[in-house]
């Protein structure tokens, strides 16, 4: 059941790749946010419970990545299959946190 939800959040973030990027949003950027949303389905996905800590190679991807990206490519589509407060618990358990009150798609980060 959890192999099959995975499946299904790859191909829809492989169909969110492929897609055509609004704005002027740098095409390495998005390349490098979906990279880390990709590589940590498990700790965002909306269905399932969070971990009690992202896996080693998610937290390595959003030390390396950073958050920047993420937050730049982060839309409705992606919003209605993540869990976002998940997504801001992945960057500061991994020691990239969000600033309160910064913004990451739609969502603003509780605090400030």
Known sequence: MEK???CQF?????LLSSS?????LRKGCYD????????CPDSIDKK??????PSEGCCTLV???????VCEIVNKKIEDTID???LVNVAAACGRPLA?????????????
């Not at 055509?20 to 002027?24: A, C, H, L, M, V």
């Not at 030390?63 to 920047?68: A, L, P, V």
């Open 100 to 112: 309160p009150g910064s913004q990451c798609g739609s969502y603003r980060v509780p605090g400030a």
């Open 84 to 86: 976002m407060q998940k």
């Open 32 to 39: 490098l946010g979906i990279t880390v949303l990709m590589g």
């Open 48 to 53: 399932l419970p969070a971990p009690p800590t």
């Open 20 to 24: 055509q990027i609004q704005g002027d």
């Open 4 to 6: 099959q939800i995975f």
């Open 63 to 69: 030390r390396t990545i950073g958050m920047k990206c």
């Open 10 to 14: 790859l191909v829809v973030m492989m």
